[in-house]
């Protein structure tokens, strides 16, 4: 078995063993995704929920997934370890959606319960154990990374435009059942290559192997007991705004509490961090209306015409984000090597907030869809995926760099739990954009295309004039914020 210094010592760009974690996470997204597409279509199609409803009960289930990845991210620092966690939560995702595979209709929330569960273990452990593969200061973690998010988003594109494609037009048991068959390929392959991490993700060393066992046990058991409150508050979205308010400003303190024990030089730097988190926050707030308000608007409002072809808006929805992902991260991984050659590169902060200036241009497109109507009064389609396009380039400006800052400025013993706070950080942007979606449906069931057209694109409008608000304060802030987390022989 290699050493932790073995695997760090790695030559060329990449460590080899990121290509186990690169397909791993690209069958877990494959699955994520697949079932995301679906929700928000089945919820309105077979289960009749207005649009009001479903862009709510999205935004919450949303949420969920995201905020259990803060509780994955700390069982694994605490007591499991990142591989163990990721097996345990991969396990439930695949039973999560082999039940909605039998029978969706009937299994859905608890099918989701199981989603919800397993993604919190799964999800921000093994972008840590990306983070892992590299030693402090190593200038090549931000590349891996970003290849790291090209495999998510590989996986996101298949899964993404499969899945709703098989749900439509053949059953959406089977589009469930697929989804749960490719999460079994990412486990498998997991299972297969993990020998390769050596002591990467091993469960935390411990005197007391007796109770190190119990206390994993109790983790196991303790999610399964769990469902039926997670199905309750997923149910009842009183009981999501309740949760909302309260793991936010807990996750909080006990950050602080760990703070307490640090010294200044790694404070400053995990206040740093903190704000990253505060801003992706406001970014997938915007950005998360394409899982929720965007898919509605693409189902019924957008033309299924661009140039001479047809398309399922849908699908396009669901997946012209992630090909764009995968397309420019390429191109922007090169253009921050040339930056930074002749030292033009932009700080970390600077790139936060040019992502938003490109959020903020990508929603003026949204909005300016409804000026393009064809014949049948629906709204431009090329537009609209010109428009995933832009906000492509701003999620490669934030999420990838995102991941790689949270193992870059926090303590290693804390890696799990900032992997979870980032993601976490999602779970709220997730949670305002379905409020922030339902609030620009159209308050009435029986409302007329138009109606909804406008309703829908009055607040894209908005949206992109916060953006660029944001965009332009932290652009002007980032020069005295990215002292926060300079390291001082810069
Ligand atoms: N698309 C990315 C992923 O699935 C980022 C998602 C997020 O953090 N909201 O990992």
């Known amino acids: 078995m290699q050493t932790l210094e ?55 289930i949303q949420a969920f997934v995201y905020a259990f990845t803060f509780i994955g991210g700390l069982f694994a620092d605490k007591i499991l370890g990142f591989q163990k966690s990721l097996l345990w939560g991969g396990i439930l995702m695949i039973l999560g959606s082999l039940i909605l595979g039998l029978d969706a209709k009937a299994n859905f929330f608890y099918g989701i319960c199981l989603i919800i569960i397993g993604t919190g273990f799964f999800k921000p452990n093994i972008s840590t154990m990306v983070g892992e593969l590299y030693r402090a200061g190593d200038p090549r973690r931000d590349a891996g990374f ?48 993990r020998k390769n991490l050596g002591p990467i993700g091993q469960a935390p060393v411990t005197t007391n192997e007796k109770t190190a066992k119990r206390n994993q046990y109790l983790v196991y058991g303790g999610s399964i007991i769990s469902i039926p409150f997670i199905y309750a508050m997923i149910t009842n979205t ?61 189902e019924k409002l957008i033309s299924k015409d661009m140039l001479g072809l047809n398309f399922d808006p849908n699908v396009v929805n669901n997946s012209a984000n992630s090909l764009f992902v995968i397309i420019l991260s390429v191109f922007i991984g090169l253009m921050w090597i040339w930056l930074a050659k002749i030292k033009m590169e932009p700080n970390y902060f600077m790139k936060f907030g040019l992502a938003f200036i490109f959020l903020s241009v990508s929603f003026y497109m949204f909005y300016y869809t409804r000026f393009l109507l064809d014949n049948a009064g629906l709204a431009s389609l090329g537009l609209f995926t010109f428009a995933y396009m832009v906000i492509s380039v701003g999620e490669l400006f934030l999420s990838p760099i995102g991941l790689s800052l949270m193992t870059k400025l926090s303590p290693k013993h804390l890696w799990g739990v900032m992997m979870g706070m980032w993601f976490l950080a999602s779970a709220y942007g997730q949670y ?59």
């Open 238 to 298: 009183a009981y999501t705004d309740i949760f909302m308010y309260i793991i936010g400003p807990a996750t909080l303190l006990y950050l602080i509490y760990e703070m307490s024990k640090l010294n200044w030089e790694q404070n400053r730097k995990l206040v740093g961090a903190m704000i990253f988190i505060f801003l992706s926050i406001i970014f997938w707030s915007f950005f998360e209306q394409s899982g929720g308000s965007l898919s509605l608007y693409a």
């Open 146 to 193: 970003s290849l790291f998010y090209a495999g998510i988003n590989l996986g996101a594109l298949f899964g993404g435009g499969l899945c709703v494609y098989v749900g439509k037009t053949y059953s959406w048991n089977m589009a469930f059942a697929l989804s749960g068959i490719f999460m079994m390929v990412g486990l498998i392959n997991f299972l297969l290559t």
């Open 6 to 60: 073995q695997i760090q010592s790695f030559e060329g760009k990449y460590p080899k063993q990121i290509w186990s974690l690169f397909f791993t996470e690209m069958w877990e997204r494959f699955c994520f995704y697949g079932n995301r597409g679906m929700l928000v279509v089945f919820m309105t199609n077979i289960l009749f929920f207005s649009d009001q409803e479903a862009n709510l009960k999205y935004g919450a």
């Open 432 to 490: 305002v954009a379905g409020i922030l979606g339902a609030g620009m449906a159209s308050p009435k069931k029986d409302a007329s295309p138009m109606e909804r057209m406008i309703a829908y694109t009055d607040g894209y409008q908005q949206l992109a004039l916060y953006a660029l608000i944001t965009g332009a304060v932290v652009i002007v802030a980032s020069v005295f914020l990215n002292k926060l987390i300079a390291d001082r022989a810069e």
